[in-house]
């Protein structure tokens, strides 16, 4: 017997496909750091990240390339992710660069006795990422996948002045919450 279709799902071609391959192969690590990002909890991490490929892979039936595929893959992970933030937004607090507190995030996953110095820094980065508002977050992953700030400006809306400004600040923000992590 077969099994009926799903009416609800878009029919891909495949070229869509290809095009998901394509961005998988080229970002697939990025997606999943970018998910890191936003989401501390392993169990939703990983929900989010399988929420990303779906709609990645569901939202290129419509990809017409006047952006880069690069591009288009970014701006549906970071619109996913936005969304699962604003759905989480009443369980948890995100505060603003000006609003920050004055203690280290601090993320209860990893283990001090089983953890390496830059695996314990990476949390702290990944811990203060996730307490920003959802544009700096948006701004500090695509700086730190390295792109430019000209892609990072398509990506977000902003412009490659606002890009600029937005990184110097939060970069002096880690730098400041590391000081004051040596500090004690």
């Known amino acids: 017997m077969a099994c009926p279709t799903n009416t609800l799902e878009p029919e891909l071609s495949e070229d869509a496909d290809q095009r998901y391959m394509q961005a998988v192969e080229l970002l697939g690590g990025a997606l999943a750091r970018l998910a ?6 392993c169990a939703e991490r990983q929900d989010l990240l399988q929420n990303i490929h779906l709609q990645l892979w569901r939202s290129l039936t419509s990809f017409d390339g006047r952006c880069s595929l690069r591009t288009w893959a970014y ?4 619109n996913v992710a936005a969304d699962h933030v604003a759905r989480a937004r009443r369980w948890t607090h995100t505060v603003g660069l000006d609003d920050f507190e ?11 006795e089983t953890e390496l110095a830059e695996r314990q820094a990476l ?58 992590g040596a500090a004690r």
């Open 102 to 112: 004055d203690h280290d995030p601090v993320d209860p996953k990893p283990s001090p």
């Open 36 to 41: 890191a990002g936003y989401e501390a909890d």
């Open 75 to 78: 701006r549906v992970a970071h």
């Open 123 to 180: 949390s702290r980065v990944h811990a203060i990422l996730q307490r920003l508002g959802p544009i700096d977050r948006q701004v500090m992953i695509l700086y730190l996948e390295d792109e430019s700030a000209a892609t990072i400006a398509e990506v977000s809306g902003l412009s490659a002045g606002a890009v600029a400004t937005r990184i110097h600040r939060v970069k002096r923000l880690i730098a400041d919450r590391f000081k004051m």
